[in-house]
């Protein structure tokens, strides 16, 4: 049984922060679940998805993170608890949704996780999605710890359906991937059908219904206020007269300033949990109690322009501050030791910063950066199309997924990269406006997200690139979800169907279309070529599993290569140009580790002295 | 409880969240307030892979640099990147056994000397236990069981009030059926290279 469907209340487990929350949700009865996959939100879906296998709750991967909140808002509109998960930049994609859907609201609790990234430790920014919350006018949760987050969820669903308006709820990295010992409370049984009551004066958005529902959702916003002024997770806790406004994981390593600083009684915290819509009267009335307040906020000034703005309304004066030079930055994520170090400066609170570690003579280290796997396919891929394309001025628009780390040496394969689905798109504007030749790369999974809408784009307006889709046949780098070109039956599981790439590039009216082997480097040379020559868009697809994911599979039947000595003239094309790390250097000549090489005979391709033989061979 | 805190190191796929998991396990059962954080995503192809581990009376999950009381490095040139996380009375071990990066094998970089390292280590931590801890997991059956030599070590050193007993409970219940013997092997092999 999954270990998330453990039904003995009073219980501890040590979970990680997503297996908190998702164990939450379960308790809070929720009976719907979707989401696209996004670091860091992504073991939330995943034990979902497990779950779903063995309980009546239902969970889908869907296309996207738009599609996904559009069939979490027909569940939630028909009666039925549901949730919706997504990384931060995934709420991008949703935002049309959420703006609209934010106006009809729901029937039943709908919570929608954002899951943000201060530091960027897998995303391509550190937007604070905190904005949306204010932007959509929505009620918004952000959990300190593992063990609130999921006490947290569970008041979500409960404030959601009091409202009647989807919850944001807001996690940050380090409450997603933090693991904490938390206690179990009651599963109780799930709602799973429900019942849609037309009620098209609320759920159907032309402008003259829509002008009285915005009517609506700002009164239920006063409402949701008066809400958070009481909520037991905006709350005051110790004494004195200096003040500190903290949210999320920021009020963790406040809490812990405190007690390092020994300043229990000088220093008074308010933490927002219930933080959008702000309570205005406590945060005044905190304010008129203190003479100086630090607002501690990873990301964005959020609460801290709004602390401000509710002191000019208070007509208080106190000094307030957060975001300056001298205290904390809008970069990156904070720490205990920046957060004391700031606390202790900002109240004159007498305090020897630790002195930095001494790392003098320590030796320049070799970077060790996030690579392709050894016997990926996108490697063989990246590789023929740079051969194919050699001496000509071509540019490389790529996408979202593990191929992204093809922009890295040896390979360096590309040159523009900004979100979900863009390659195609940019593909469009970069071969209208330059004479040069364009390749664009996307993958399977990112294909049906939305790489689709820009290949119709370029097929309708008549642009000439060439898009390689790396069908890798699964969702590699968020950790092997499904996406709906991928075969079900292999993973044991019915009631689904598999789209197929080719059918889809060929009816939306792609003219040259060629399917090759990832691993026949010559084969797919040859398609570039022919590609490159044809004037408008052309696809190639390129298919071979991901190597992690044919290993989990038990496909992987590769025997591992090794280099001959006697033939090997040590000219290294196989490390310079693959970069497989697999390979190493024994007294300066290439060698391949056995353990590591899955068998994919691309170096073997790669090398002119026909010296990577299977190693049983040698 | 005054907070201990941990920070491990390592390459992805040489088992840190395992361990990592496993004695955050043995310190549930020993109730001991324990959190931890760990980064995934990127780290995952083939970079490096932290976890912090904070015990007893803290909220934070994370360990700011010069705050880590324990440090354990399962590669060599790792330990001294994760450095700055250590003072001078950290208490620290490393495995020794290299895994260069693919960065030096293509020639961006050289990979330092071992014996370079542990010096280095040795003159600003309070306390190095270095050894060849991927040979006593070989010698335990498989490199795999890495971790659980580390972890040995790691318990061993008292700085810790989790008893070897805990441990190995955690092992026979959170770790792979198949397993468990090799482990609790590795795990001995590595205790008693600190005592
Ligand atoms: S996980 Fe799969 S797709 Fe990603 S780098 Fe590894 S082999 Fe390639
Ligand atoms: S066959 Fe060559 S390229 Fe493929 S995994 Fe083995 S060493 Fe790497």
Same mark, same amino acid.
């Given at each position: ?72 808002? *027909? ?6 608890? +549901? ?35 201060? /530091? ?17 006018? $929505? ?7 593992? #063990? ?31 693991? *904490? ?37 700002? !009164? ?25 406004? !903290? ?56 609460? #801290? ?27 990156? #994520? ?25 790392? +003098? ?15 990926? +396919? ?62 664009? /790369? ?5 294909? /049906? ?26 969702? !590699? ?12 039956? #292999? ?46 868009? +052309?696809?190639?697809? *390129? ?67 026909? !010296? ?5 061979? $040698? | ?25 043995? @310190? ?29 009376? @803290? ?70 236990? @270095? ?33 070897? &007993? ?21 795990? &001995? ?7």
């Amino acid at each position: 049984m999954h270990k998330l469907l453990t039904d003995k209340p009073g219980e501890s487990m040590f979970l990680l922060g997503n297996e908190a929350i998702a164990r939450g949700a379960m308790e809070a009865g929720v009976a719907f679940t979707s989401t696209y996959p996004g670091t860091p939100s992504s073991e939330l879906s995943l034990n979902f998805f497990q779950m779903s296998r063995e309980s009546d709750l239902y969970f889908e991967y869907s296309t996207n993170e738009k599609v996904s909140l559009e069939v979490a808002a *027909a569940a939630a509109n028909s009666g039925v608890r +549901s949730m919706c998960m997504m990384k931060h930049v995934g709420l991008n994609v949703a935002a049309d949704v959420l703006m609209s859907l934010a106006y009809v609201g729901v029937t039943a609790g709908l919570v929608i996780l954002t899951a943000d990234d201060p /530091f960027m430790f897998s995303s391509q920014n550190e937007q604070d999605n905190r904005y949306y919350a204010k932007f959509g006018g $929505l009620p918004m949760m952000e959990p300190s710890s593992v #063990e609130e987050a999921k006490e947290m969820v569970k008041e979500a669903f409960a404030l959601s359906e009091k409202l009647k308006r989807p919850v944001l709820f807001r996690t940050t990295t380090r409450i997603n991937h933090s693991t *904490a010992v938390v206690t179990l409370g009651e599963l109780p049984p799930r709602t799973t059908r429900g019942e849609f009551i037309k009620e098209p004066m609320r759920c159907v958005t032309v402008p003259a219904v829509s002008r009285g529902l915005h009517v609506k959702l700002l !009164a239920d916003l006063d409402r949701a206020q008066e809400m958070a002024e009481n909520s037991p997770f905006n709350f005051v806790e110790g004494s004195g007269n200096l003040g500190i406004i !903290a949210n999320g994981v920021s009020y963790t390593y406040a809490v812990d300033a405190v007690r390092d600083l020994k300043a229990k009684d000088r220093i008074r915290i308010l933490r927002l949990g219930f933080s959008n819509p702000m309570p205005a009267k406590l945060i005044k009335n905190f304010l008129a109690s203190c003479d100086q307040v630090l607002v501690i906020e990873e990301g964005e000034p959020f609460m #801290e322009e709004a602390v401000k703005a509710f002191a000019q309304e208070g007509g208080l004066t106190l000094p307030i501050a957060g975001k300056t030079p001298s205290l904390f930055s809008r970069l990156y #994520e904070f720490d205990p030791a920046m957060v004391r170090n700031c606390m202790a400066s900002f109240f004159g609170i007498a305090h020897e910063p630790a002195p930095a570690t001494d790392l +003098s003579g320590t030796p320049a280290l070799p970077m060790r950066p996030p690579t392709l796997c050894a016997g990926c +396919s996108h490697r063989s891929v990246f590789y023929a199309v740079k051969k194919a394309c050699e001496g000509q001025d071509v540019i490389f628009p790529s996408d979202i997924g593990c191929y992204t780390l093809g922009f890295m040496p040896p390979l360096g394969m590309g040159d523009f990269v900004i979100c979900m689905g863009a390659s195609a798109g940019t593909a469009c504007g970069f071969s209208t406006v330059t004479d040069k030749k364009v390749v664009a /790369f996307v993958g399977d999974s990112t294909f /049906f997200h939305s790489g689709l809408s820009g290949l119709i784009n370029g097929v309708f307006n008549n642009h000439n690139f060439t898009l390689v889709i790396l069908d890798n046949r699964t969702t !590699a780098m968020t950790g092997h979800q499904p996406n709906p070109g991928v075969d079900m039956t #292999e993973l044991a599981m019915e009631n689904y169907n598999t789209v197929d790439i080719e059918a889809v590039v060929r009816a939306v009216g792609v003219k040259h279309v060629s399917v090759v082997r990832a691993f026949n480097v010559r084969k797919t040379m040859d398609a570039v070529r022919e590609s490159l020559a044809f004037e408008g868009v +052309s696809v190639i697809i *390129a298919k071979e599993k991901c190597a992690l994911y044919a290993k989990s599979l038990k496909q992987l039947k590769g025997k591992p290569f090794q280099v001959n000595p006697e033939k090997c003239k040590n000219h290294r094309e196989c490390i310079d140009a693959l970069g497989c790390p697999a390979f190493y250097l024994e007294n300066g000549m290439p060698r391949i580790h056995t353990h590591l090489c899955v068998g994919c005979a691309l170096c073997a391709q790669a090398c002119p002295e026909n !010296a990577i033989v299977p190693a049983k061979s $040698l | 409880m005054e907070p201990k805190r941990l920070i491990i190191v390592a390459v992805g796929g040489q088992g840190n969240l395992l361990a990592s998991h496993v004695l955050g396990e043995a @310190a549930l059962m020993s109730g001991i307030p324990v959190r931890m954080s760990e980064i995934h995503g990127m780290a995952q192809r083939g970079g490096v892979v932290e976890s912090a581990l904070v015990f007893g009376e @803290a909220r934070s999950t994370i360990i700011s640099d010069g705050e880590a009381d324990l440090f354990v490095s399962f590669e060599p040139c790792e330990a001294l990147r994760a450095l700055k996380k250590c003072n001078p009375r950290t208490v620290a071990i490393t495995n020794t056994r290299p895994l260069p990066p693919f960065t030096a094998v293509i020639g961006r970089g050289t990979y330092p000397d071992i014996s370079e390292v542990t010096t280095i280590l040795r003159d600003k931590t309070g306390r190095l236990i @270095a050894f060849d801890a991927t040979a006593l997991a070989e010698e335990a059956g498989n490199s795999m069981c890495l971790n659980m030599v580390l972890l040995g070590t790691l318990i061993a050193t008292g700085v810790l009030p989790i008893t070897a &007993e805990a441990v190995r409970e955690a092992i026979r219940t959170r770790t792979k059926a198949s397993f468990v013997d090799m482990n609790i092997l590795a795990f &001995e092999k590595g205790f008693a290279q600190a005592t």
